[in-house]
């Protein structure tokens, strides 16, 4: 009996093929396996009841990394094939194939690595079929070594007897690799470049260090003037730099480390994760500044396993970029006047991939480790989709049938490099994926480079349709998409700022959305911005803007930023919640001015007692919520402590959402909410506003697979198109 296979998924560099080569020998079964471009294919001929337990166990027993959505078997006549093969891979045909993400070092591959006895002893660049590079060193389709920036390296004899040798870990794992053939670390002329490399960090001296999706700069962690230094040659002022640490043991030494964040820190995806750091935690200052939280990551690379283990103690590693810049990948050279020296190897690295960052279970960043992974659509794309995403942490996102690829973490479009990436990123995940999208998405604000390049498109010959969405509307998108709804809820979308049609500035919208479209029901009322772009980055002016003349004599060095506001200079109106974060963290003196955005809502986060569980009240009328309540509320509470200051305002904020969506409820019978954009970062405000929607009765969207702030954006505008 013969049945032929097709297996759809995440099976591709994962060890598949030699997985089903062990499987069917085990079963004495005939035939063969290969990928092609659209997957995996198996012949299978043997016994009936040998064939039929195959095909039970195909996708029970599948490999760590592999991720099957579908097995389609077809019946066909038995051809007498003798022993069972892996073919040659074949690269015509429809594309339809996914690429899998960048992995964690294995614990086989760890034992090699440290095994005094093998071959692989302290090479650098072990890997296996379950584990090592893949999202960023692959080329092209199907995934081969020639299509891999592993191309330049031709194996050694022993590397190829293991890769043809169906019971060995290396077979058929594409970069393998050993001292003899593979590639190499340096550190300038040094003859043992990590022990120059040891010898350096513990000298404090800022080293670059090459890892999977680009360069890293590293220092000691507990060197006393290391981080200092890297700061200021990075010219980062406050932001908190990440910390790798050898272990679990060892991060248990630096942060307060819960379950689920145990999780994520050892997971094979190895994210950055944000922790409560601990009051006597061996770290310099300047590692993260005024923060109560420490982001760690554990090491992903052999690389990465060696140096800690011969350092001996953690290390401040952060993306190796001049702050706004993308991380530097091809070469060090953008980093010449930042690192001492450079920890280098020559094994390219095709595309720049960030570390992912999550905290409490939530993603804030997603990258290394996530991308290309697709997103099941609810409804999959008529036609073809690209979706180009927001300004700020960009990312973009191609779609096809019901996958949705949203691209790695690409940042700020500000600069020429960002928004290289961008487009040469497009134009990657276009082959890789093999989408050319007949429908491009893009935010309706006129200056996003992104929206322009929407623009560029459509004026080329064989022309696209644009679709224009809605900045709050791709938010509540992008949380139904994550969670594989179509609608129609009640979407809260809190963040900074958002392009909204009527020529105000959105970032604190009430919204009955589905993916097909939005209305606006409500939002905080607005407040001028003097200033525009200044308000921004100064909260103070948010604070004068909203208590206007109502305080007169509070601050007079505000009267010129009144006046302005009052007779709407430079005002543009907002109903951002961001803006009314800033200026309650202004009034509570947290911050006057931010170094990065967000900063003065981070740290009024992170000041709020959360034991604290009452609240300021909020007049919230037809579904238009006085944020200038709180604001006063917290003025005439001056004598409280300012951590139960900071709390009771979160709790009035959660408590005003609960008010309108109750509201929002009587007028559209709908009782599901979905929460998302920026603010919704802030763990304390998400986990009180889902607890008290709960509570009353309403079914709570949150997002899980990408982030809740414009990170998401592109997975938003992708969902909404994919209905068009
Ligand atoms: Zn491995
Ligand atoms: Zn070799």
């Given at each position: 009996m013969?049945?032929?296979?097709r297996?759809?998924?995440v099976v591709?560099?994962?060890?598949?093929?030699?997985?089903?080569?062990?499987?069917?020998?085990?079963?004495?079964l005939?035939?063969?396996?290969?990928n092609d471009?659209?997957?995996v294919?198996v012949?299978?001929?043997g016994a009936?009841?040998?064939?039929?337990?195959?095909?039970?166990s195909?996708?029970?027993?599948?490999?760590p990394?592999?991720h099957?959505e579908h097995?389609h078997?077809?019946?066909?006549p038995?051809?007498?094939?003798?022993?069972?093969?892996?073919a040659?891979s074949?690269?015509?045909?429809?594309?339809?194939?996914?690429v899998s993400?960048d992995?964690a070092?294995?614990?086989d591959c760890l034992?090699?690595l440290f095994?005094p006895?093998?071959?692989?002893?302290?090479?650098?660049?072990?890997?296996c079929?379950?584990c090592g590079p893949r999202?960023?060193?692959?080329?092209d389709v199907?995934?081969d070594r020639?299509l891999?920036?592993m191309?330049g390296?031709?194996?050694?004899?022993?590397c190829?007897?293991e890769?043809?040798?169906?019971?060995d870990?290396?077979?058929?794992?594409?970069?393998?690799?050993?001292?003899?053939?593979?590639?190499t670390?340096?550190?300038?002329?040094?003859?043992?470049p990590?022990a120059?490399?040891v010898r350096r960090?513990r000298?404090?001296?800022?080293?670059?260090?090459?890892?999977?999706g680009?360069?890293h700069l590293?220092?000691?962690?507990?060197?006393?003037?290391?981080?200092?230094t890297?700061?200021a040659?990075?010219?980062?002022?406050?932001?908190?730099?990440a910390?790798?640490?050898a272990?679990?043991?060892?991060?248990?030494?630096?942060?307060?480390?819960?379950?689920?964040?145990?999780?994520?820190l050892?997971?094979?995806?190895?994210?950055?994760?944000l922790m409560p750091?601990?009051g006597d935690?061996?770290?310099?200052?300047?590692?993260?500044?005024?923060?109560?939280?420490l982001g760690?990551l554990?090491p992903?690379?052999?690389?990465?396993h060696?140096l800690?283990?011969?350092?001996?103690?953690?290390i401040?590693?952060?993306?190796?970029?001049?702050?706004?810049e993308?991380i530097?990948y091809?070469?060090?050279?953008?980093?010449a006047?930042?690192a001492?020296?450079?920890?280098?190897h020559?094994r390219?690295?095709?595309?720049?991939?960030d570390d992912?960052?999550?905290?409490?279970g939530t993603?804030?960043r997603?990258s290394?480790g996530y991308a290309p992974e697709p997103v099941?659509?609810?409804r999959p794309?008529?036609?073809?989709?690209l979706?180009?995403?927001?300004?700020?942490k960009?990312t973009?996102?191609?779609?096809k049938?019901d996958?949705?690829?949203?691209?790695h973490?690409i940042g700020?479009l500000?600069?020429?490099?960002t928004y290289?990436?961008?487009?040469?990123?497009?134009?990657?995940?276009?082959r890789?994926?093999?989408?050319?999208p007949?429908?491009?998405?893009?935010d309706l604000?006129?200056?996003?480079l992104?929206t322009?390049y929407?623009?560029?498109?459509?004026d080329s010959?064989?022309g696209?349709?644009?679709?224009?969405?809605?900045h709050?509307?791709?938010?509540?998108?992008s949380c139904?998409?994550?969670n594989?709804?179509?609608?129609p809820?009640?979407?809260?979308?809190?963040?900074g700022?958002?392009?909204?049609?009527?020529g105000?500035?959105?970032g604190?919208e009430?919204?009955?959305?589905s993916?097909?479209?939005?209305e606006r029901?409500?939002?905080?009322?607005?407040?001028?911005?003097?200033?525009?772009?200044a308000a921004?980055?100064?909260p103070?002016r948010m604070?004068?803007?909203?208590?206007g003349?109502?305080?007169p004599?509070?601050r007079?060095e505000?009267d010129?930023?009144?006046a302005?506001?009052r007779?709407?200079?430079n005002?543009?109106l907002?109903s951002s919640a961001?803006?009314?974060?800033?200026?309650?963290a202004?009034?509570?003196a947290?911050?006057d001015e931010?170094?990065?955005e967000?900063?003065?809502?981070v740290?009024?986060?992170q000041l709020a007692?959360p034991?604290?569980?009452?609240?300021?009240p909020?007049?919230?009328?037809?579904?238009?919520?006085q944020?200038?309540d709180?604001?006063?509320a917290?003025?005439?509470?001056?004598?409280?402590?300012?951590p139960?200051i900071?709390?009771?305002?979160?709790?009035?904020?959660a408590?005003?959402?609960l008010?309108?969506?109750?509201?929002a409820?009587?007028?559209?019978?709908?009782s599901?909410v979905?929460l998302?954009?920026?603010?919704?970062?802030?763990?304390l405000l998400l986990?009180?506003?889902?607890?008290l929607?709960?509570d009353?009765g309403?079914?709570v969207?949150?997002?899980?697979?990408?982030?809740?702030?414009?990170?998401g954006?592109?997975l938003g505008?992708?969902a909404?198109?994919?209905?068009?």
């Amino acid at each position: 009996m013969r049945r032929d296979v097709r297996v759809d998924g995440v099976v591709q560099g994962v060890g598949f093929r030699p997985y089903v080569h062990a499987l069917a020998t085990r079963l004495r079964l005939a035939g063969r396996v290969g990928n092609d471009v659209a997957g995996v294919f198996v012949e299978v001929e043997g016994a009936p009841e040998d064939v039929g337990e195959f095909l039970a166990s195909l996708a029970r027993d599948a490999p760590p990394l592999a991720h099957i959505e579908h097995v389609h078997v077809h019946e066909a006549p038995p051809a007498g094939a003798q022993g069972f093969e892996i073919a040659l891979s074949d690269a015509h045909g429809a594309r339809n194939t996914l690429v899998s993400a960048d992995s964690a070092t294995c614990e086989d591959c760890l034992r090699e690595l440290f095994d005094p006895a093998d071959r692989r002893h302290r090479y650098p660049f072990v890997n296996c079929t379950n584990c090592g590079p893949r999202f960023t060193i692959v080329r092209d389709v199907p995934y081969d070594r020639p299509l891999t920036t592993m191309a330049g390296f031709p194996m050694c004899g022993p590397c190829r007897a293991e890769y043809e040798d169906p019971r060995d870990r290396g077979f058929h794992a594409q970069p393998t690799c050993c001292p003899d053939c593979g590639p190499t670390l340096s550190l300038g002329e040094a003859v043992d470049p990590l022990a120059e490399a040891v010898r350096r960090l513990r000298r404090g001296e800022v080293l670059a260090v090459k890892g999977l999706g680009g360069y890293h700069l590293a220092v000691a962690a507990s060197h006393p003037t290391a981080a200092a230094t890297l700061r200021a040659r990075k010219h980062r002022e406050d932001k908190p730099f990440a910390v790798m640490c050898a272990d679990v043991e060892q991060a248990r030494g630096l942060c307060r480390v819960d379950e689920q964040s145990l999780r994520d820190l050892t997971s094979r995806r190895r994210p950055i994760v944000l922790m409560p750091r601990l009051g006597d935690a061996p770290v310099a200052g300047a590692v993260a500044p005024g923060n109560r939280y420490l982001g760690l990551l554990l090491p992903y690379t052999p690389l990465h396993h060696l140096l800690l283990r011969d350092l001996g103690e953690p290390i401040v590693l952060t993306s190796g970029n001049r702050s706004e810049e993308p991380i530097a990948y091809r070469d060090a050279e953008p980093l010449a006047d930042i690192a001492d020296a450079v920890l280098d190897h020559n094994r390219p690295v095709h595309i720049r991939t960030d570390d992912s960052v999550v905290r409490a279970g939530t993603l804030l960043r997603r990258s290394r480790g996530y991308a290309p992974e697709p997103v099941t659509l609810a409804r999959p794309c008529r036609r073809p989709v690209l979706a180009c995403g927001a300004e700020l942490k960009n990312t973009f996102c191609l779609a096809k049938d019901d996958h949705a690829f949203v691209s790695h973490h690409i940042g700020d479009l500000e600069n020429l490099q960002t928004y290289r990436s961008f487009t040469e990123g497009i134009e990657h995940f276009s082959r890789l994926f093999d989408v050319t999208p007949r429908v491009v998405a893009h935010d309706l604000h006129p200056e996003y480079l992104s929206t322009k390049y929407a623009h560029g498109l459509a004026d080329s010959p064989d022309g696209v349709e644009l679709v224009g969405v809605q900045h709050h509307h791709a938010h509540i998108a992008s949380c139904l998409a994550d969670n594989r709804e179509a609608g129609p809820v009640i979407g809260v979308a809190f963040d900074g700022t958002g392009y909204g049609p009527d020529g105000t500035i959105w970032g604190g919208e009430f919204l009955i959305a589905s993916l097909t479209g939005f209305e606006r029901i409500g939002h905080l009322a607005p407040v001028p911005m003097p200033g525009g772009a200044a308000a921004v980055r100064q909260p103070w002016r948010m604070a004068a803007a909203y208590l206007g003349d109502s305080v007169p004599g509070w601050r007079p060095e505000w009267d010129a930023v009144i006046a302005m506001a009052r007779n709407g200079v430079n005002s543009p109106l907002t109903s951002s919640a961001g803006r009314l974060f800033d200026a309650a963290a202004a009034l509570l003196a947290v911050r006057d001015e931010i170094n990065y955005e967000g900063q003065a809502a981070v740290e009024l986060e992170q000041l709020a007692d959360p034991t604290v569980q009452d609240a300021y009240p909020v007049r919230v009328d037809d579904l238009i919520v006085q944020g200038i309540d709180l604001l006063h509320a917290i003025l005439s509470d001056r004598g409280a402590p300012r951590p139960v200051i900071a709390a009771r305002f979160h709790n009035g904020v959660a408590a005003a959402i609960l008010a309108a969506c109750v509201q929002a409820r009587d007028r559209s019978r709908l009782s599901t909410v979905a929460l998302s954009g920026g603010v919704f970062q802030n763990v304390l405000l998400l986990t009180r506003t889902a607890e008290l929607l709960a509570d009353n009765g309403f079914r709570v969207l949150t997002h899980r697979r990408v982030p809740a702030n414009d990170g998401g954006i592109s997975l938003g505008q992708a969902a909404i198109s994919a209905c068009r």
